[in-house]
């Protein structure tokens, strides 16, 4: 079975400085993984994804996240945190047993101060 | 850019009512979802669709149905709205055999 787990419900830090989330999955196969960013009401816009290729994955606005089998982690990281940042970003697993169903995480909240 | 449109952004009904959600994807993206979110309990699967007039339970299908007529748009009906469908409902659309899903604005429904 396919399980998400992000290890931080709640992130803050200063603009300017780097941004770290942490995500764990639970995979029976080779994983698809993907972050999402959700804005106040507004939708889930694909940030970035790892589909079995390059392991280090780069996405829009300056994220990315990097596939580590070993420890069964898909991180996200961007160098320099900025105010449009703040949101909900949330870690997904995909299963292609099941028609490749989607798997989230609890979301993780992000608070970037002035 | 793959586009997913939702009819309204905000919605309140009556407890009793039809409601009717739709959602219109602009791709020839074969499969559609509807999902809703809540705090607390993160996003879920309502129904999804993988081809016309076809569809499938996801998690959470009780009191809710679908209709998938054309394959662009997919539409979640609630068929006696009730208090505890107040909810932010989000579809999203993927095209097979790609996994990454493609969501529309949501939607937010209270029902009272």
């Known amino acids: 079975a396919q399980s998400v787990t992000q290890l931080d419900s709640h992130v803050s830090v200063s603009e300017g400085t780097p941004v770290l989330l942490r995500c764990n999955y639970s995979?029976?196969?080779?994983?698809?993984l993907f972050w999402y960013v959700q804005h106040p009401n507004k939708g889930l816009q694909l940030l970035l994804k790892?589909?079995?290729?390059?392991?280090l994955v780069k996405g829009i606005n300056g994220f990315e996240a990097e596939f580590k089998k070993s420890e069964t982690s898909f991180h996200l990281t961007k160098p320099s945190a900025h105010m449009s940042d703040a949101a909900e970003y949330f870690c997904?697993?995909?299963?292609?047993?099941?028609?490749?169903?989607?798997?989230f995480g609890s979301g993780t909240k992000l608070n970037v101060k002035p | 850019d793959v586009k997913v449109t939702q009819s309204s952004r905000y919605l309140v009904k009556r407890t009793g009512e039809k409601v009717f959600l739709e959602c219109v994807q602009d791709?020839?993206?074969?499969?559609m979802f509807w999902y809703r979110q809540d705090p607390g309990l993160g996003l879920r699967l309502i129904y999804f669709?993988?081809?016309?007039?076809?569809?499938e339970k996801g998690d959470i299908p009780e009191g809710y149905s679908v209709s998938r007529e054309k394959k662009e748009r997919f539409s979640l009906i609630l068929e006696s709205a009730s208090t505890n469908q107040t909810s932010m409902y989000l579809c999203?659309?993927?095209?097979?055999?790609?996994?990454?899903?493609?969501f529309g604005p949501g939607t937010r429904l209270t029902v009272l």
């Open positions: 790892y589909t079995s290729a390059a392991t």
């Open positions: 997904v697993v995909s299963d292609p047993s099941v028609w490749n169903k989607f798997y």
């Open positions: 791709m020839d993206h074969e499969n």
């Open positions: 995979s029976s196969y080779s994983p698809s």
């Open positions: 669709s993988y081809d016309v007039k076809m569809k």
């Open positions: 999203a659309s993927s095209k097979r055999p790609a996994p990454e899903q493609f």
